[in-house]
């Protein structure tokens, strides 16, 4: 390959012309022929090197993280605190030290607890477990109690010498995790306040029931503020020597006002401009029109104290969050019954949401949350999760309506509104992942012959009113096999299996199935909206489900259809690199296998599989309400850069990233982290430009207006988006059932790239007169070069060497494999960086373009690991240790070079994790990446 880059001086070398080409030389034409010949040779060479290009693996850099050791080092000015150790009681019945059951079995199991040990207990006991500790306390006063214990286990009940006792249930909140091994580890609690007197104090603490797990490391009593980081005492933090990273220890966020702060783009308190509604294809608020785009998250732990709530709602806030989608049942022991305490947590958490600015969306049904067994009242079920039974028990539809009336009707007493009145509660959610159309759909299965039963008189009740008869409706059929369930002499038909359906989707019975089950979950979906508006007066706006099918491009725009009398469309979706584990739906483990995989490069020939292809139905909004780039996977910067900017090209109203329960960073990376540098991290400049609408939405690339007639005869549609399954639903999928459509894409994939791409029914009010419309995409895929071109001009793809650049005037950045890009040049900046993989980007926070901005945010990732993160294997990884907290960053590299005139005028300040300032570290003429640095302000210096 050097000869590509050298190629001229070396040829001219070579073919002896270096000094010699003179007209008046009797060599003159020798040289000629030479001249051309160095002309073809060069033009091969030029070819060869693309072809080299084209097909040469692209470098990938080391994924291991370099051995280190952990050192704990002490902090300067800590906060007073009062610390013991667990281990250590004055009085006890837990078994000795040697016959702890949960006792560290390793170095590195040890150093995960304070002081390398903790006290535990399992299995039967005769009488309640208990722990003693005499506590001297130096100076009188109120103190936040906390303990550091395994994880839920052990409810327990604590008094201070004679004072009353105290619950500490299964259900407390916890605030962080550090896991020993499998199924075992420790986690901070909050467990109240007390008010203690100087001097010396007994601490009794009994297990409230006589048998099952329990262990202690800790406890601490404080009157500052308590970050937990693990078996770190408030006077202490972490050091390690990793070379090319660094450990991200972030101090608390106290909430104070930083460049990076974003709550001024939310309302005084949600709803200050009334209730969310639709128009058209946008949401606005009710009192002033304006378009609101939500930049929100899935999470919020009900079990959090008011305080810790109040914290995490400023959090969000601060990093652009405008919403939070609630996804939890409010059932208790008996699902008849909602749970009162958890209903007040509920409200708590709107409340303090509410403060920040932040909108509530609610989901409260998810079937794989239940499973019903004879004692349910529901006869057949032996342990099944009820898919599908809500659209068509009118029982269990009574019960899930009981949950609404509770929700919605009781008075929120942190706000004294109802939930139907309060515009601060936006969206409610009828069912989560459910489908007559989903795999899960399996009759006699899934749904047991019992239940079965209804809906088999219900679909021989459909085929009567369309035929006269059933015996009419199978005569219609023609010749059919009779299916399991088909009993017309008592007035029911069974159901083909969906696998049965695609495959033989020209033959009227199959027609007719899916047309009853579109017109079964389309009513259910109308009588649900109905009693929650009518009969509730729910203010808000509601939405049926965001699933997927057993066929895209078949039986999707059906399922989609069935949801269009919704307010708007909402849909989830996940990225991930193959992950094999006994656990890998929900965890990750030692053992594991995985491949890390990015969604910047893609085969020229392939088709590409993003979450984020946003394909809108009926001119109305569009949201995705669950969306991540899941572990393991180092590629998750580019998640928050693409959301941004292709979410604003496809004009999509809302997205939710999922999830996070933490009420500030989350310590380590699990199955579905987003509260960390790589995700959480990049919100304050993306945030910025999603919700203010920096970029421009594309062209409608694509406006197809589907007939309803041919959706119901299985004719599909000529585009699919890609169904992003996570690996717990991929699950639901029977590998011995398979649909052969042979359906192949009427509509380049590639047209989600490029602009918006709509569906509308036919019909329907807002599928208007207007023929297909499909632009010729022809100008803006380059697939020789292997980049797209989106209709705004703004964003650029190079799918082959995976780098996205955005070139706008107030946002400017790429992100990818840089250093593979080499220089990039902008619009107003030039960047260059040695990351193998990462993302910069460079947005105005005054409004201004980045070309006269007074006031700009310079933004930085690369990828994070846990500690001690490592892997064996190419391009299979088996994961050898999952690692501990704290995390790790990779050092940011690189130089950002504004090319404004006045670029050295501009005064450049790094700034923490949190915002706060650090140190001007010089000008924007040259910005040399600081390898700890996220966020640089770059200001005129008489902008303040």
């Given amino acids: 390959m050097q000869i590509c880059a050298n190629g001229w001086p070396v040829l001219w070398q070579v073919l002896g012309l270096k000094g010699k080409l003179d007209r008046n030389s009797l060599l003159f034409p020798v040289m000629l022929r030479r001249c051309i010949l160095l002309f073809l040779v060069t033009l091969a060479l030029v070819l ?53 059951p949960f006792a560290p079995q390793n170095a590195f199991e040890a150093s995960v607890l304070s002081e390398h040990a903790w006290i535990g207990i399992d299995g039967p006991r005769r009488e309640p477990a208990f722990l003693e500790y005499q506590v001297n306390v130096p100076t009188a006063g109120t103190y936040a109690f906390y303990s550091r214990k395994f994880w839920q286990h052990g409810p327990f009940r604590w008094r201070w010498d004679d004072q009353s006792w105290n619950e500490a249930t299964r259900d407390l909140y916890l605030m962080d995790t550090a896991e020993l091994r499998q199924f075992i580890g420790a986690n901070w609690v909050e467990l109240g306040t007390v008010t203690l007197s100087a001097g010396p104090h007994r601490l009794r603490i009994e ?40 450990l991200f220890d972030p101090k608390r966020d106290t909430g104070q006002v930083s460049p990076i702060d974003l709550r001024h783009l939310n309302e005084q308190f949600a709803g200050e401009k009334g209730h969310i509604r639709v128009q058209g ?3 606005i608020h009710e009192k002033t029109g304006e378009v609101v785009r939500f930049w929100a998250i899935n999470g919020g732990d009900l079990n959090q104290s008011p305080a810790q709530m109040q914290q995490m709602a400023r959090f969000l806030a601060k990093r652009g969050v405008n919403l939070v989608r609630v996804h939890t049942h409010f059932w208790g022991d008996d699902l008849r019954q909602i749970n009162s305490e958890k209903l007040n947590q509920f409200f708590a958490w709107v409340a303090a ?36 039974l809500l659209f068509f028990n009118s029982e269990f539809q009574q019960i899930y309506f009981s949950w609404w009336r509770s929700l919605l009707t009781i008075r929120n007493p942190y706000t004294g509104l109802t939930l139907a009145e309060d515009p601060a509660l936006a969206m409610a959610e009828l069912v989560n992942e459910d489908s007559y159309l989903f795999w899960t759909f399996r009759p006699y299965e899934t749904i047991p012959a019992e239940q079965m039963a209804i809906l088999e008189r219900q679909f021989g009740d459909w085929l009567r009113r369309k035929y006269g008869s059933l015996q009419g409706a199978i005569a219609a059929w023609s010749a059919v096999e009779p299916v399991r369930g088909d009993a017309p002499q008592q007035g029911r038909m069974g159901f083909l ?24 979950q389309r009513q259910f979906f109308q009588q649900a909206i109905r009693y929650l508006k009518e009969d509730l007066g729910y203010q808000g706006l509601v939405y049926g489900s965001n699933w997927q099918t057993a066929d895209a491009q078949i039986l999707t725009p059906i399922d989609k259809y069935s949801n269009a009398v919704g ?7 996940y990225f991930n690199g193959e992950h094999k584990g006994d656990r890998a739906s929900f965890s990750l483990n030692n053992g594991d296998l995985y491949q890390d995989r990015t969604s910047l490069r893609f085969d020229k020939n392939a088709t590409p599989d993003s979450p984020l292809m946003d394909l809108q139905y009926d001119g109305k909004p569009s949201t995705i309400s669950e969306i991540n780039w899941s572990m393991p996977n180092r590629f998750r910067a580019e998640f928050p850069f693409l959301a941004a900017t292709y979410g604003l090209l496809q004009d999509s109203d809302g997205i939710f990233f999922f999830a996070t329960g933490n009420h500030s960073w989350e310590s380590t990376l699990g199955k579905f982290a987003i509260a960390h540098p790589s995700i959480l991290g990049q919100f304050p400049a993306t945030a910025l430009v999603y919700r203010k609408g920096l970029l421009r939405p594309g062209e409608t690339v694509v406006d197809v207006t589907l007939d309803p007639a041919q959706l119901m005869a299985l004719a599909g549609a000529p585009l699919s988006a890609p169904q992003n399954f996570d ?30 791409v709509k569906f509308r029914f036919g019909g329907s009010p807002n599928s208007g007169n207007l023929a297909n419309r499909i632009t010729n995409l022809a100008p803006y895929i380059d697939r020789p070069r292997q980049i797209l071109h989106s209709t705004t001009g703004e964003l650029t793809w190079d799918y082959r060497t995976g780098l996205v650049t955005v070139n706008a005037d107030q946002v400017q950045g790429a992100a990818g ?70 995390l790790v960053v990779r050092n940011l590299t690189g130089r950002v070079r504004l090319k404004r005139q006045d670029a050295a005028r501009l005064r450049v300040t790094a700034l923490d994790e949190n915002g706060d300032r650090l140190q001007t570290i010089g000008n924007a003429a040259q910005i040399t990446l600081q390898p700890q640095v996220f966020y640089y302000l770059i200001e005129r210096p008489s902008a303040g």
């Fill in 48 to 100: 060869g090197c693309q072809a080299i290009r084209a097909s040469a693996p692209l470098p990938i850099a080391d994924v291991t993280q370099p051995a280190a050791t952990l050192t704990v080092q002490p902090v300067e000015n800590p906060s007073p605190f009062i610390w013991w150790e667990a281990e250590k009681p004055t009085a006890t019945n837990f078994p000795p030290a040697a016959q702890n």
């Fill in 207 to 246: 297990l409230t029931r006589n048998e099952g797990a329990a262990a202690f490391d800790c406890f601490i009593l404080t009157q500052g503020a308590f970050q937990a980081r693990g078996p770190l005492r408030p006077d202490q933090r972490y050091e390690a020597n990793i070379p090319g990273w660094w």
């Fill in 281 to 283: 294809d946008r949401f």
């Fill in 353 to 388: 949401l509410k403060r920040e600015g932040i909108y509530t969306s609610l989901s409260i049904y998810f079937p794989l949350w239940l499973k019903l067994d004879a004692t349910s009242g529901f006869a057949g079920y032996t342990g099944q999760h009820p898919f599908s």
């Fill in 497 to 520: 299996p969906l696998y049965a359906i695609v495959n033989q989707r020209t033959t009227r019975r199959a027609q007719d199935t899916v047309a009853f089950l579109y017109e079964s």
């Fill in 567 to 573: 307010d708007f469309f909402d849909r989830h979706g």
């Fill in 727 to 756: 690996e717990l639903r991929s699950q639901d999928i029977p590998p011995d059932q398979t649909v052969h459509s042979n359906q192949g894409a009427q509509i380049d994939p590639l047209a989600f790239w490029v602009g918006q």
């Fill in 817 to 886: 494999f840089l250093r593979q890009a080499g220089k990039i040049a902008l619009q107003d900046v030039r960047l260059s960086s040695d990351l193998d993989y990462g993302t910069m980007l460079l947005v105005s926070l005054d409004g201004k373009a980045i070309a006269s901005s007074d006031r700009l945010l310079l933004q930085v990732m690369s990828e994070d690991q846990n500690f001690g993160w490592r892997t064996s294997g190419f391009p299979e990884r088996t994961i050898e240790s999952v690692g501990r907290p704290p």
